[in-house]
């Protein structure tokens, strides 16, 4: 199977997925630094204390972009494309969101009550209508391309 010049099918999609990923994570971790270093100098934080915040924030990009990725390899399929993609946005929001709401818990700047009570309720529905609303937009941007 390996034709010894470009190599089979699963390297090339090997290659693939890791040019992807490092794109997409290299972006992400650059916004994720300015929006760190926004929030550390209009809050006046210490920098050390925005290590772990900026070290989660980054890691949910590795995941965002590997479930992206996912997603978009079965873009081609009529029926599994946007139902994967809307999938991935979902945890990927969920995560991300979680993220956020433990970093500022962390950082003291709410209460734990409040994370739970106050923020935390609102992650998993509004992923949800995030996620319907990509699922709605995939779904039509593949009909529109199908015809």
């Given amino acids: 199977?390996?034709?010894?010049?470009?190599?089979?099918?699963?390297?090339?999609?090997?290659?693939?997925?890791?040019?992807?990923?490092?794109?997409?994570?290299?972006?992400?971790?650059?916004c994720q630094l300015v929006f760190v270093a926004v929030i550390t100098l209009a809050l006046k934080l210490s920098v050390q204390s925005m290590i772990?915040?900026?070290?989660?924030?980054?890691?949910?990009?590795?995941v965002?972009?590997?479930?992206i990725y996912w997603?978009?390899?079965?873009?081609?399929?009529?029926?599994?494309?946007?139902?994967?993609f809307a999938v991935a946005i979902f945890?990927?929001?969920?995560?991300?969101m979680g993220v956020l709401i433990f970093s500022t818990y962390k950082l003291n700047?709410?209460?734990?009550?409040?994370?739970?009570?106050?923020?935390?309720?609102?992650?998993?529905p509004g992923a949800a209508l995030t996620s319907t609303v990509v699922y709605i937009m995939a779904q039509r941007r593949q009909s529109k391309n199908d015809r």
């Avoid at 772990?52 to 590795?62: D, I, N, S, T």
């Fill in 1 to 30: 199977m390996n034709s010894g010049r470009g190599g089979d099918l699963q390297s090339v999609i090997q290659k693939s997925f890791v040019k992807w990923t490092t794109t997409y994570v290299v972006g992400w971790a650059a």
């Fill in 109 to 124: 700047l709410i209460s734990l009550a409040s994370a739970v009570h106050d923020y935390a309720p609102y992650v998993l």
């Fill in 91 to 96: 945890f990927f929001l969920t995560l991300y």
């Fill in 71 to 84: 997603a978009t390899q079965f873009r081609q399929a009529s029926r599994s494309g946007p139902t994967r």
């Fill in 52 to 62: 772990l915040p900026y070290v989660l924030l980054a890691g949910c990009g590795y």
């Fill in 64 to 67: 965002g972009g590997c479930l």
